[in-house]
């Protein structure tokens, strides 16, 4: 199912503080982290303020997703016992390599959904690897539980022996591929975050790159980032159009 998302902003799970702010943020998904921005040491911690918080969920204007750990981590059954519950909109998968992550990960919610009496959740899945990149058709038309997925830059430069720029010459197949691949699959495609919270023409010009290669949004990691994002990604009669063909 095609969903226009504009902005996908990640939001430490860990800080109380944050999660509160969170609550009129504009972003169209804000998504509290449980994997990069979480010290190992804070990820129980962090794992009980989600849960918390999202008892309150009519209080946040945006979607509520979670980041989990990576599925090579062994932490996601854990994460998913404490967030999913009712409140939730979705789960963002770190670096999901192939479909068979995907399917252990899908029959674990699918569980706690029937034991929780919950609705379907939506699955977000991050390409963050070379095999990643590879798969990116076949993850992203696994399931219809899936409206978009997210390119993830750091990762995949660190996968190719790549140092980070801000215009990775490495890192620009991978980027024009993921959107291809999920237009075909029927889904949406995020772009990566850009780091810089100073440079802001850095991050419109990042935007107007991003938009023009078919990303219909970007992964953010401060509010400062949400009004370029949102100018540049607002959405054209033809997004408009294939959004509405896909549903």
């Not at 504009?6 to 939001?11: D, E, G, P, T, Y």
């Amino acid at each position: 199912m095609a969903r226009l998302i504009r902005s996908l902003i990640f939001v430490p799970g860990n800080n109380q503080r944050f999660l509160d702010k969170a609550k009129v943020l504009s972003a169209d998904i804000v998504c509290f982290d449980l994997e990069d921005s979480i010290p190992e040491s804070e990820k129980e911690n962090a794992r009980n303020l989600i849960k918390n918080t999202l008892s309150i969920r009519s209080e946040y204007a945006s979607s509520i997703f979670v980041r989990t750990n990576a599925p090579s981590s062994g932490k996601i059954p854990d994460d998913l016992n404490k967030v999913v519950q009712k409140g939730i909109d979705g789960i963002v998968i770190p670096k999901v390599n192939n479909v068979k992550e995907l399917k252990k990960i899908e029959k674990n919610l699918s569980l706690l959904e029937k034991k929780r009496k919950l609705k379907p959740i939506q699955i977000i899945p991050s390409i963050e690897s070379t095999e990643g990149v590879v798969n990116t058709y076949s993850i992203a038309s696994f399931s219809k539980r899936i409206p978009a997925v997210v390119f993830g830059v750091f990762d995949l430069l660190n996968d190719l022996g790549i140092e980070y720029t801000k215009d990775p010459e490495g890192g620009k197949y991978s980027r024009a591929k993921i959107p291809v691949d999920a237009k075909a699959a029927g889904v949406s495609a995020i772009d990566a975050i850009w780091q810089d919270l100073n440079d802001i023409k850095g991050l419109e010009r990042d935007c107007a790159i991003g938009k023009s290669l078919g990303y219909s949004g970007k992964s953010i990691i401060h509010p400062d980032q949400l009004p370029i994002t949102h100018k540049i990604f607002y959405p054209n009669k033809l997004e408009i159009q294939w959004a509405e063909k896909s549903l």
